[in-house]
């Protein structure tokens, strides 16, 4: 990430919140989050390919870590992942959306009710033109189904 970009977006926030100067994060690496004291967790939203060493890093220096899907390359290299974690007392949590927490405990829960589900059908549509795949990180290519594999994770 370019480091003033990345500088000029936690301004904009801290302006939004009201931080005074010197209540602002200074951090602008990846390193520098990573290894900065104040920081709990990380969010790795780089593609699967570009992961391994950030999540290895995290859990070397103490910090949860918010994945995006897919989770890895492979079961495999996800499960050196969580024993790297859980090692050392750390969680890891995927970063779908609305999968976790009481909501969908409680609509699980619910949907039982209703009996045996028949069929079921998802549809996940955006508007591809203009450019939009110029602005997926790493290209399309990255991965085994790239950039669409993640866009694709929106319907399940």
């Excluded at 996940?124 to 290209?139: E, L, M, Q, R």
């Amino acid at each position: 990430r370019d480091t003033a970009r990345g500088a000029a977006f936690v301004k904009e926030c801290a302006d939004d919140m009201g931080l005074d100067e010197a209540s602002r994060p200074t951090v602008g690496s990846y390193e520098e989050t990573i290894s900065h004291p104040d920081v709990d967790a990380v969010y790795i939203p780089l593609p699967v390919t570009h992961r391994e060493k950030w999540m290895l890093l995290c859990a070397g220096k103490g910090k949860h870590v918010v994945g995006e899907k897919p989770p890895a390359k492979t079961a495999a290299q996800l499960k050196t992942w969580l024993q790297a974690l859980h090692g050392n007392g750390l969680l890891y949590m995927d970063g779908t959306m609305l999968s976790h927490g009481k909501r969908i405990t409680a609509i699980t829960s619910d949907i039982k009710s209703l009996g045996a589900m028949k069929n079921m059908s998802a549809t996940f549509a955006f508007n591809g033109g203009g450019g939009s795949f110029k602005s997926i990180p790493g290209g399309v290519g990255v991965g085994r189904t790239g950039g669409l594999g993640g866009i694709g994770g929106g319907c399940r």
